[in-house]
Nanobody
């Protein structure tokens, strides 16, 4: 059973940087696309960034494009979200999810496994 655990969240000042990690255990992430989602208070969950199985394809929400980067280390079974130039609007609970086998890097794919989420708070 694949388990995902997020780390690296916390409080960061506006304009700063933060790197989230999504560590997998129990199974390999090699054959699954992985995405980060976020949910701010009072808002729906939204897809932030996703990465294909090889890491060669990434997609980002328009709101984070050119600020956030997603990459993976399959040898370590970890996916990272590098957040640069963060804004108060980035404040949310961030959750990583592993897609079903064969699914591409898409926020509309079926995600079989989810982490518990981690809080990121950006102060102005």
């Amino acid at each position: 059973q694949l388990q995902l655990v997020e780390s690296g969240g916390g409080l960061v000042q506006s304009g700063g940087s933060l790197t989230l990690s999504c560590a997998a255990s129990g199974s390999t992430l090699d054959y699954r696309a992985v995405a980060w989602f976020r949910q701010a208070p009072g808002k729906d969950r939204e897809g932030v960034s996703c990465v294909s199985t090889s890491g060669g394809i990434t997609n980002h929400a328009d709101s984070v494009k050119d600020r956030f980067y997603i990459f993976r280390d399959n040898a370590k079974n970890v996916v990272y979200l590098k957040m640069n130039k963060v804004e108060p609007e980035d404040t949310a609970v961030y959750t990583c999810a592993a897609a079903a086998y064969g699914a591409g890097c898409s926020f509309q794919a079926r995600y079989d496994y989810w982490g518990q989420g981690i809080q990121v708070t950006v102060s102005s």
